[in-house]
């Protein structure tokens, strides 16, 4: 069994921002499901290849997602090192990709809150670039909306995000990142 975490925060005034990267990439692999609610979060369980699959969008806002992973995680009996969390990455060009088996938060908020609820760091990654943006805050520019540019590259790659998903699900870590960091 697999967890597949997208970060993001509730509410349309962040819908599109660099934050919620995790949120739109989801939305794109799993278009015009019904999501349900449980963990503190939306989840969506479906069967691939044989596996079953949840995915999760945490509801309590970037800094608490934590509580929703642990929650879903505990409840599914899945082990971390079959949680995969895709999240923004602000010391990453734009749209550059990084997976990752074992890595400190980064300063990231939410992925710090994920390894203090799960107590621990083994889980995968899935890193979106979003650059970082000189003389502008950082919680400012987390929280700014992609450009329209930025929203169509996000588009136009949509297959790659979805595939690189999939590889997970089907190869697991080791394999996803041999074939697709570097992208």
Known sequence: MKLIVGLGNPGKEYNLTRHNIGFIIL????????????????????????????????????????????????????????ILVIHDDLDLEFGKIRLKKI???????????????????????????????????TKDYVLSKFSKEEQQYIKDNKELYNNIINSFILNGIEKTMNDYNGN
């Open 103 to 137: 890595s400190s938060s980064g300063g990231h908020n939410g992925i710090k809150s994920i390894i203090n609820c799960l107590n621990t760091d083994l889980f995968c990654r899935f890193k979106f670039g979003i650059s970082r943006k000189q003389g502008s805050s």
């Open 27 to 82: 939305d794109n692999y799993l278009s015009n499901v019904f999501w349900k609610e449980k963990f503190l979060g939306l989840y969506h369980e479906c069967i691939i290849n044989e596996e079953k699959v949840i995915f999760l969008k945490p509801q309590t806002f970037m800094n608490l997602s934590g509580n929703s992973v642990l929650e879903c995680a505990k409840f599914f009996k899945i082990n971390s090192q079959d």
